[in-house]
C-alpha cells in the first residue's frame, strides 16, 4: 500500500469518525456494544428508534432481542436482510447489542 493511499484510509476513517459520533472519538470513548450496535442504527436509526420502514428496537427486552436475532440467524423467523446480519455475531455480541440498545 503506497503513503498515499494510506494517508487517504486514515482521512476516510476519520472523517467516517466525526460523522458517526459527532467529533473526533478515541477507542476507548467508544465502548464495544455501541461499535456493535451502530450496525443496528445504521437501518433501525440512531439509538434503534425507528427509521421508517425499520421498526424500533430501543427499549427491547434483552432476553427479547437475542431470541429474536437467533430466530433470524436460524432462518425460523423470515426476513430478507436480518439472517444475513443475525448469523455474524456471538451469543455474547447480541447480548451486548441488546444491553446496549435496551438504555436507549
Do not use: N, W
Not at 13 to 38: E, P, Q
Not at 42 to 67: Q, R
Request: hydrophobic share 45%; proline share 2%; glycine share 12%.
Amino acid at each position: 500500500m503506497t503513503l498515499k493511499r494510506v494517508a487517504h484510509t486514515g482521512l476516510a476513517a476519520g472523517l467516517l469518525g466525526i460523522l458517526l459520533f459527532g467529533g473526533v472519538a478515541s477507542a476507548a470513548d467508544v465502548s464495544r456494544s455501541a461499535l456493535l450496535a451502530a450496525q443496528c442504527e445504521a437501518c433501525h436509526g440512531m439509538g434503534g428508534k425507528g427509521a421508517a420502514p425499520m421498526p424500533a428496537i430501543s427499549g427491547m427486552e434483552i432476553a427479547d432481542m437475542v431470541d429474536i436475532m437467533k430466530a433470524f440467524a436460524s432462518k425460523e423467523e423470515v426476513s430478507t436482510m436480518m439472517y444475513r446480519h443475525a448469523q455474524g455475531y456471538t451469543d455474547e455480541e447480541l447480548k451486548m447489542m441488546a444491553e446496549y440498545l435496551k438504555g436507549k
